[in-house]
């Protein structure tokens, strides 16, 4: 019984180099949400997707930050030409078919993607 | 929109000793869930406890408890017999059932001392 798998857990880039991070949701779900978090904050909204929909990105800085989660194969998240400012952990989350989190069914995470931007 | 505060940026307890910390929030959803998340030092994120908004009883889990006012929207959880495992970053969030959209407080980091 797998859980939010994201991956990889670490990820190096210099400047003006594309990161793609990856996230496979639990079996069953089929809502994924990215959230970014700075270090000493907590998670901010980034870009809320079902299959092959983006249904709220109005946490996604407009330049550079892309996400999709096709039919088949796990969410990307890419973020082109990153620069320093782009550090952080990305967390990934997601919940289950046909809704989206709620009581019975919470937000269930990944162990994030920490990128560090040289 | 929806704003989630978390005013004690850090805390400590010693180790058996209850400690509370505090949220307060604001939304204009009717119908919305809470929730305290917690992220210990491997980063991953893992449920603490949960409230639906529409529920006056306060919810309970083991040694977590939660003061819940809605009218206040203050969501406080409490930790009783508190454990060094118990050491961790400590986040609110509140989520609503409508946009699936969940907005977390900037976090309250508890260290427990033996």
């Known amino acids: 019984n797998a859980g939010v798998m994201q991956n990889p857990r670490h990820l190096v880039r210099r400047r003006g180099q594309e990161a793609r991070l990856r996230c496979s949701p639990m079996k069953g779900h089929s809502h994924v949400y990215w959230y970014r978090q700075l270090p000493e904050e907590g998670l901010k909204f980034m870009v809320y997707?079902?299959?092959?929909?983006?249904?709220?990105e109005s946490g996604m800085p407009k330049e550079r930050f892309s996400a999709e989660f096709p039919k088949e194969g796990p969410s990307i998240l890419r973020i082109q030409q990153v620069v320093r400012g782009d550090s952080a952990a990305y967390f990934c989350a997601s919940s289950p078919q046909g809704r989206g989190p709620s009581y019975n069914s919470p937000l269930h995470f990944g162990n994030g993607t920490r990128l560090t931007v040289t | 929109a929806q704003t989630v505060t978390q005013s004690q940026p850090e805390m400590s307890v010693q180790e058996a000793e209850t400690v509370t910390l505090s949220c307060t929030y604001d939304?204009?959803?009717?119908?919305?869930?809470l929730f305290w998340y917690k992220q210990p030092p491997s980063r991953q994120m893992i449920l603490v406890i949960r409230?639906?908004?529409?529920?006056?009883q306060n919810a309970t889990e083991n040694r977590f408890s939660v003061n819940f006012q809605k009218a206040a929207k203050s969501f406080s959880l409490k930790i009783s017999d508190s454990q060094l495992g118990d050491t961790a970053m400590y986040f609110c969030v509140v989520t609503n059932t409508n946009a699936g959209k969940s907005t977390f407080g900037d976090g309250t980091t508890l260290t427990v001392k033996p």
């Open positions: 409230q639906e908004a529409y529920k006056q």
């Open positions: 939304t204009s959803e009717n119908n919305y869930y």
């Open positions: 997707l079902q299959k092959e929909n983006i249904i709220d």
